[in-house]
Every structure is written in structure tokens, then in C-alpha cells.
Nanobody, 110 residues
Framework: QVQLVESGGGLVQAGGSLRLSCAASRIAFIDSTMGWYRQPPGKQRELVASISSGGTNYADSVKGRFTISRVGNTVYLQMNSLKPEDTAVYYC???????WGQGTQVTVSS
């Protein structure tokens, strides 16, 4: 069974950094488009960043602060200069098969 397992969330002060990881149980689809999404409290899920063979893409709100990358069967989201508005549950997505991870909570205190 194919799975995505996220880790790396937590509580951090504003201005701090976190690195999220998304490990895929199979490598075959990891080379296709992978994305990180987030869902703030009471709001809809939104795309944060994506990576594909064509490059990377970022939401305007995180450009210059977040970096998406992948090594082997793991996709990373490096988050720097975190702000309270970055507080959300972060989800990893494999676009080719529309597979979602279980989510990891990120809380940024002011």
C-alpha cells in the first residue's frame, strides 16, 4: 500500500525555522509532481509549494521564506522566518495518484 508520512511539525516562535519531511513508501511516483498544502484553522486547504520535473512553484505568501526539495523518496519543506499566520496543518500530496499524508501541525507563536 502506498503511503505518505509527514513529520517535522511543532511549535516555534515567530522568526524561527522548521523542516517538514514527507516520506513516500514507494519511489515510483516521487518523481512526479509533489506538493505541500496547508489548512489554517477555520480556512480552506491551500497550496504552499510544489515540485516537478519542470521546477518549483510557491504561493506568494511564502516566496523567499520556504523551500521545497526532494531527495530519494522524501520531499522536504524548509520553512524559515516563520510567522504566526503560517500556523496550520501541513499536508503532503502526490498529484499523480491524488494521495495525501496524514498531516503535521505547525504552530507559530508571536
Amino acid at each position: 500500500q502506498v503511503q505518505l508520512v509527514e513529520s517535522g511539525g511543532g511549535l516555534v516562535q515567530a522568526g524561527g525555522s522548521l523542516r517538514l519531511s514527507c516520506a513516500a513508501s514507494r519511489i515510483a511516483f516521487i518523481d512526479s509532481t509533489m506538493g505541500w498544502y496547508r489548512q489554517p484553522p477555520g480556512k480552506q486547504r491551500e497550496l504552499v509549494a510544489s515540485i516537478s520535473s519542470g521546477g518549483t512553484n510557491y504561493a506568494d505568501s511564502v516566496k523567499g521564506r520556504f523551500t521545497i526539495s526532494r531527495v530519494g523518496n522524501t520531499v522536504y519543506l524548509q520553512m524559515n522566518s516563520l510567522k504566526p499566520e503560517d500556523t496550520a496543518v501541513y499536508y503532503c500530496n502526490a498529484a499523480a495518484i491524488n494521495l495525501w499524508g496524514q498531516g503535521t501541525q505547525v504552530t507559530v507563536s508571536s
